[in-house]
């Protein structure tokens, strides 16, 4: 017996090849009907013989595209329409859309083979893609995804294209990016005033240019990289000197995984990462050394080639291993515009391979480890950014849109529209002019993506009042504004990616710096709650001084003096093996006269106030660079016993800790175990709160989130010692553990508040 259903599909199911699955599929099972894209994902009516319909159900789900994220799939019957057979129709619009877009994609294997097969059409070209992979969210202008919504618009096919657009059996039906080298963008190069075409051949000059040990500036996916060799010690001092990158470590690019496994002690875990369709920067173990590319430190970030260009490159003979760097002076977001890229890359770069096709926006590569509790995600953008990654439990009354601001250091913003929480790609530091620029563009661009109405929104932004996102926030015309706080915002992060919304739990927040409820700067905090209740502070790290504020965070002697201030019969740190500058002196001054001088309960700092003991007495060139110092010597040293850092009456005492430091630095035992001892005092410390506080209050899940949890050896730790235990311990997976979550944290609380109210 015939009969109809309606068919709505809900994922990531535009714009990866998932019409002309569903085509396909139907016309095997000779049903009639119809498909199309609409604003919430793919809407299908398709009519047959029920055992048949219920077959077309189960390859629906079974058999999708790689690239797809089925979320839903909800069937309704309906009328028979007599149709006669099954069609792709045109796009729908009637509402505002809440499709989750597609992530940019590596180039398929299919892709690669035509774009090595000499005589193919799309031989050596550049832009090659199907269905199957290359450009999403970076060449998307507009909902629904289709050509004219795209960056591709002012490339009209030829008629080649045009055929294979057309046609249902070719896996270039409906690829809105599609092109061919007669009807397409290209690439070209620019070397001063001259600028040569043809891309093979600028492919080959590329390539002799990074051979001589030159500095290219590669236009990719989503803005553009700087790449050299990595092996050209002179190429990559030049590298460093004009970006101003003094320091923080360069990502590498190899051709494959064979070359990656050369490099680095790659996992099963972090191979999976490396070869995922994302294709993240993972940080793994070096094996190697390359000269200048991560100084003091024993992590190399590797990754492969993902677009078309990136494999030319290669196949034309480029170096085995890549500097490829973010195109940007430090701290600056990546350029991906054509003109600002001349204009701000002009002293950075020797040349410019420059694409035609204008990137809708920018976005740079992800970051990632295969850590000790599941994959970390440390930069969520290219591969990640903007899938949605958590579906928020609201009621119709509660269903307004939520707009949350994130963090001023590596910002992010989360949208929430009609339950789906769609995170952006990474900003960057809003204390950066362009960074700040580009939190304004993300902004614009979630709200006009999405067709979202300010005064429908509820905007969420930090505690903090003098973060630049909250000013910026409270300018805004929302309907109405909460403010929640930033270590609350952490733990929550947790838990909307789990879609805990009820789960109570113990969780521990560690970072640098985030303002309290009590206007002092937190930083080592204990709560108890969750996202339906509320997170009640229970414990933290014992306050102490913090001379200059913000500006201790770059010095960690300064941060040093602040801590050790509390120190009773702390040994001279005017003498060997203590070499501090004056700023010390300076920075104890304050803290005598209470001057300049605030209240803080930073593990960050603790961190920092440890570096400075150790040696690390110089001003840091990039955010945690003295704390990863701490850990990579740590990493040298024997597993020894930890220091005292006693839990007494909700608190972390660092006294006994920092003491014990300080003694056996003028006993000079060797710094590494030093650095051991204390890093096995923190991951203790930790271990010692789960066991007081989760009996106590009657908890069996704990969530440890915030920029200290990035510390693999401290989680490796905290794993071993509560190994057995039967707590469940849950960290970040789908965004980073760092600030970049803080922007999901912030609108899981203002859902659930919304929601109770």
Same mark, same amino acid.
Request: hydrophobic content about 45%; glycine content about 8%.
């Given at each position: ?25 139907? &016309?095997?099972?000779?049903l ?16 047959g ?10 390859r ?8 797809? #994220? ?29 499709? #989750? ?5 590596p ?16 031989h050596?070209y550049p832009y ?10 970076t ?9 004219? @919504?795209?960056?591709?618009k002012?490339?009209p ?7 294979e657009?057309?046609?249902?059996a @070719?896996? +270039? ?14 690439y070209y ?6 600028t ?16 001589a ?14 790449? &050299?060799?990595a ?12 970006k ?7 990502? /590498? ?6 070359a ?6 790659l996992?099963a ?9 994302a ?11 390359l000269?200048?590319?991560a ?24 170096p ?10 430090s ?7 054509d ?18 096709r ?6 740079d ?6 850590g ?12 990640y ?14 269903s307004?849109p ?5 963090a001023?250091?590596?910002?992010t ?13 990474? =900003?960057?530091?809003l ?15 979630l709200? %006009? ?10 905007l ?21 504004r909460l403010p929640?706080?930033?270590? +609350?915002?952490?733990?929550?992060? /947790? ?51 913090l ?14 003096a ?8 702390l040994?001279s ?13 300076t ?9 300049? %001088?605030? #209240?803080?309960?930073? /593990?960050?700092?603790l961190f ?6 150790l040696?690390f %007495?110089r ?6 660079q003295?704390?990863?110092? =701490? ?5 040298e040293?024997?597993? %020894? ?7 007494v ?10 003491l014990?430091?300080?003694?056996d ?9 030093i ?24 908890v069996?899940?704990?969530v ?11 989680l ?15 960290? @970040? ?12 944290g ?11 109210g």
């Amino acid at each position: 017996m015939a009969s109809a259903s309606l068919i709505r599909v809900r994922g990531v199911v535009q714009g990866v090849g998932f019409r002309p699955f569903v085509y396909r599929i139907a &016309c095997e099972l000779g049903l009639a009907g119809w498909v199309l894209n609409g604003e919430e994902g793919v809407v299908i009516h398709v009519e047959g013989g029920e055992p048949l319909l219920a077959k077309f159900l189960d390859r629906l789900k079974a058999e999708a595209p790689p690239a797809a #994220r089925i979320v839903s799939v909800d069937v309704a019957p309906v009328e028979m329409a007599g149709f006669g057979q099954f069609t792709i129709k045109e796009s729908e619009r009637a509402s505002r859309p809440t499709v #989750r877009i597609s992530p940019d994609l590596p180039v398929c294997a299919e892709c690669l083979q035509e774009l090595s097969t000499t005589g193919d059409r799309r031989h050596q070209y550049p832009y090659i893609n199907c269905t199957n992979c290359g450009p999403r969210y970076t060449v998307i202008l507009g909902l629904p995804y289709d050509r004219p @919504n795209t960056t591709m618009k002012h490339w009209p096919f030829d008629a080649y294209c045009d055929r294979e657009y057309h046609d249902p059996a @070719n896996r +270039r039906f409906h690829a809105q990016p599609v092109a061919c080298p007669q009807c397409g963008p290209h690439y070209y190069l620019r070397i001063g005033a001259e600028t040569i075409r043809g891309d093979e051949r600028v492919v080959r000059e590329t390539v002799a240019l990074l051979r001589a040990g030159k500095i290219v500036a590669i236009k990719g996916l989503g803005g553009y990289h700087l790449a &050299c060799d990595a092996r050209h010690s002179a190429a990559v001092l030049a590298m460093r000197e004009r970006k101003f990158r003094k320091e923080k470590p360069f990502a /590498v690019m190899v051709e494959t995984a064979a070359a990656a496994q050369k490099l680095v002690n790659l996992s099963a875990d972090a191979l999976e990462l490396l070869t995922s369709i994302a294709r993240p920067i993972v940080l793994a173990p070096a094996k190697v050394i390359l000269e200048g590319i991560a100084p003091d430190n024993r992590e190399l970030g590797i990754m492969l080639p993902y677009a078309p260009l990136q494999h030319m490159l290669f196949s034309a003979g480029a170096p085995q291993v890549l500097v490829m760097t973010s195109a940007n002076r430090s701290s600056e977001p990546i350029a991906y515009e054509d003109g600002d890229a001349f204009e701000r890359l002009g002293g950075i770069a020797d040349a410019f391979l420059v694409g035609e096709r204008p990137i809708a926006r920018r976005v740079d590569d992800s970051v990632a480890r295969a850590g000790a509790l599941g994959p970390a995600i440390l930069r969520r953008s290219r591969g990640y950014a903007p899938g949605a990654v958590a579906s928020f439990p609201l009621d119709a009354k509660a269903s307004r849109p939520i707009l949350a601001l994130g963090a001023d250091l590596k910002n992010t913003v989360t949208l929430v529209v009609e339950r789906q929480a769609f995170v952006s790609q990474h =900003v960057g530091d809003l204390d950066h002019y362009d960074a700040f620029r580009a939190f304004e563009e993300t902004i614009r661009d979630l709200m %006009t993506m999405y067709e979202v109405r300010w005064e429908d929104t509820l905007l969420v932004h930090d505690t903090h009042p003098e973060y630049r996102s909250t000013v910026y926030g409270l300018r805004l015309p929302a309907a109405e504004r909460l403010p929640v706080q930033h270590h +609350r915002a952490h733990v929550a992060s /947790v838990l909307a990616e789990r879609g805990a919304w009820e789960e109570r739990v113990l969780g521990i927040s560690f970072d640098g710096t985030g303002f309290g409820d009590d206007g002092s700067i937190w930083g080592g905090e204990v709560f108890v709650g969750s996202l339906a209740s509320g997170f009640e502070r229970m414990a933290h790290l014992r306050q102490a001084a913090l001379p200059g504020g913000d500006a201790a965070a770059q010095y960690p002697v300064q941060a040093a003096a602040g801590f050790l201030a509390q120190v009773d019969e702390l040994p001279s740190l005017g003498e060997p093996p203590f070499s501090f500058p004056g700023r010390y002196q300076t920075a104890k001054q304050l803290v005598e006269k209470n001057v300049r %001088t605030f #209240r803080t309960t930073s /593990v960050g700092r603790l961190f920092d106030s440890a570096a400075a003991l150790l040696g690390f %007495t110089r001003e840091i060139t990039f955010e945690g660079q003295a704390a990863m110092w =701490v850990e990579h010597l740590a990493h040298e040293g024997r597993n %020894t016993d930890a220091y005292p850092f006693p839990f007494v009456d909700g608190e972390l005492d660092f006294r006994p800790l920092l003491l014990a430091v300080a003694v056996d630095r003028v006993k000079v035992r060797p710094r590494e175990e030093i650095a051991r001892a204390f890093q096995r005092a923190v991951a203790r410390s930790v271990v010692g709160v789960v066991r007081s506080l989760s009996g106590k209050h009657g908890v069996s899940t704990v969530v440890l989130s915030g920029g200290v949890f990035q510390n693999e050896m401290l989680l490796e730790d905290v794993r071993a010692m509560l190994a057995g235990s039967p707590l469940q311990i849950w960290t @970040n997976h789908a965004v980073p553990t760092n600030d970049g979550g803080i922007s999901l944290g912030q609108a899981a609380v203002a859902a659930l508040q919304s929601l109770a109210g």
